[in-house]
C-alpha cells in the first residue's frame, strides 16, 4: 500500500523557517518524480515544487523561488521542503504527491497524496 505521510507544520512568524518531511512507502520512491503542492484557506491546490527521481534536477512555483528549496533522500524514502522567509501568504495546507510513471515534468498529474500539513505563517 502506497503512503505519504507529511510532517513538520505549525505556526510561524513572518521571516520565520521551517521544513517539512514526506514519509514514503509502499513503493519504490527512487522511481519517482514527486512533488508539494499547497491548499490556501477558500483556494484551489497550487503546485509549490517538484523534484526529480535522482534528486537533481528541482522546479518551483514562481512566488516561492529563492525562499524554499526541495530535496530528498532517496535512502529514507523522505521528500522534504525548506522553507525559509516564511511569508503570510504562504499560509496553507501542504501536501506531497507522487506524480505517475511516465507523466511529463510538467503535467500537474498525481497518482497518490498524503494528508497534508498546516503551515500558518503569522504574527
Known amino acids: 500500500e502506497v503512503q505519504l505521510v507529511e510532517s513538520g507544520g505549525g505556526l510561524v512568524q513572518p521571516g520565520g523557517s521551517l521544513r517539512l518531511s514526506c514519509a514514503a512507502s509502499?513503493?519504490?520512491?527512487?522511481?519517482?518524480?514527486m512533488s508539494w503542492v499547497r491548499q490556501a484557506p477558500g483556494k484551489g491546490r497550487e503546485w509549490v515544487s517538484r523534484?526529480?527521481?535522482?534528486?537533481?534536477?528541482?522546479s518551483y512555483t514562481d512566488s516561492v523561488k529563492g525562499r524554499f528549496t526541495i530535496s530528498r533522500d532517496n535512502a529514507k524514502s523522505t521528500l522534504y521542503l525548506q522553507m525559509n522567509s516564511l511569508k503570510p501568504e504562504d499560509t496553507a495546507v501542504y501536501y506531497c504527491?507522487?506524480?505517475?510513471?511516465?507523466?511529463?515534468?510538467?503535467?500537474?498529474?498525481?497518482?497518490?497524496w498524503g494528508q497534508g500539513t498546516q503551515v500558518t505563517v503569522s504574527s
Open positions: 504527491a507522487r506524480k505517475p510513471l511516465g507523466s511529463s515534468w510538467y503535467a500537474q498529474e498525481y497518482d497518490y
Open positions: 509502499g513503493f519504490t520512491f527512487s522511481n519517482y518524480v
Open positions: 523534484i526529480n527521481n535522482g534528486g537533481g534536477s528541482t
